[in-house]
Antibody, heavy 120, light 108 residues
Framework: QVQLVQSGAEVKKPGSSVKVSCKASGGTFRSYAINWLRQAPGQGLEWMGDIVPMFGKPNYAQKFQGRVTITADESTNTAYMELSGLTSEDTAVYFC?????????????WGQGTLVTVST | EVVLTQSPGTLSLSPGERATLSCRASQSVRGSYLAWYQQKPGQAPRLLIYDTFSRATGIPDRFSGSGSGTGFTLTINRLEPEDFAVYFCQQYDTPPWTFGQGTKVEIK
């Protein structure tokens, strides 16, 4: 069974960066896209981007282009999402999620979520 | 990007009743590439339906999806106590993948 375990909650200052990790176990890490999404308090879900570890080339939503960096380390089955230039509007729970099947961006497996709070 | 609008915002029903949730897209979603998720407080979303109609592994058959083009529906027959939650639709036809704002199904 595929499991995704994310790093713990973070508190950051405005203007700083945050890096969240997502460690996968079970399944084949390298072949399936790992996606990053976020959910602001009381809000809906927002897709930020994805990466297929075996290809290593990330795709980003235009909204986050230039501010987000998604990487994957096949040696440790871990994906990372780094977001820079943080503002209070980036306060949210950040999720990693794996697609249900190859090239099927429906999110069957989810991490537990990482709360990122941006505050002075 | 494709904007998904869900209605109603909140649905107040009793256990045993049927819930009908709507998701409308700002442009046609080709290939039936629409999914539904359930989310409970403090939890990650759970995939219920993909490809408009197909139930994900382990999802009971009281959940069903339908629709095409710009209009999609999630139906929950005979609501169970554990079904009271927030439901989101998602399109994966045109990147960026987008979600509706959610429908809350609450106990009446």
């Amino acid at each position: 069974q595929v499991q995704l375990v994310q790093s713990g909650a973070e508190v950051k200052k405005p203007g700083s960066s945050v890096k969240v990790s997502c460690k996968a176990s079970g399944g084949t890490f390298r072949s399936y896209a790992i996606n990053w999404l976020r959910q602001a308090p009381g809000q809906g879900l927002e897709w930020m981007g994805d990466i297929v570890p075996m290809f290593g080339k990330p795709n980003y939503a235009q909204k986050f282009q230039g501010r987000v960096t998604i990487t994957a380390d096949e040696s440790t089955n871990t994906a990372y999402m780094e977001l820079s230039g943080l503002t209070s509007e980036d306060t949210a729970v950040y999720f990693c999620a794996r697609e249900r099947a190859v090239k099927a961006p429906v999110f069957h497996y989810w991490g537990q979520g990482t709360l990122v709070t941006v505050s002075t | 990007e494709v904007v998904l609008t869900q209605s109603p915002g909140t649905l107040s029903l009793s256990p045993g009743e049927r819930a009908t949730l709507s998701c409308r897209a700002s442009q046609s979603v080709r290939g039936s590439y629409l999914a539904w998720y359930q989310q409970k407080p403090g939890q990650a979303p759970r995939l219920l339906i993909y490809d408009t109609f197909s139930r994900a592994t382990g999802i009971p058959d009281r959940f069903s999806g339908s629709g095409s083009g710009t209009g999609f529906t999630l139906t929950i027959n005979r609501l169970e106590p554990e079904d009271f939650a927030v439901y989101f639709c998602q399109q994966y036809d045109t990147p960026p993948w987008t979600f509706g704002q959610g429908t809350k199904v609450e106990i009446k």
